[in-house]
Nanobody
């Protein structure tokens, strides 16, 4: 069992920055691919970025060059640095621990990010 707790969301003006954190407990964090996802009102949840256990990152085209995903395995924590925020980035952001072998994936409870124009 993995518990995930997101923090760092809030209200920011367009062009501003926020840093999200995802603290994991329950073991196996360092071995898992981790990801950030988001869901805007009336839309499906979408992938924002993923990072493998070795630190390889992938991004959605909509956030490339603006967002940076990272992880600190010693702290069991993943981060999402979000710069040059746009109103269309407004969403609930979720942390996900991807499945590992026979162990299923896990979601955090989400943190709201609101970008004003």
């Amino acid at each position: 069992q993995v518990q995930l707790v997101e923090s760092g969301g809030g209200l920011v003006q367009g062009g501003g920055s926020l840093r999200l954190s995802c603290a994991a407990s329950g073991g196996s964090f360092s071995a898992r691919t981790m990801g950030w996802y988001r869901q805007a009102p009336g839309k499906q949840r979408e992938l924002v970025a993923t990072i493998t256990s070795s630190g390889s990152a992938n991004y959605a085209d909509s956030v490339k060059g603006r967002f940076t995903i990272s992880r600190d395995n010693a702290k069991n924590t993943m981060y999402l640095q979000m710069n040059s925020l746009k109103p269309e980035d407004t969403a609930v952001y979720y942390c996900r621990a991807h499945p590992l072998y026979s162990s299923g994936g896990y979601w955090g409870q989400g943190t709201q990010v609101t970008v004003s124009s």
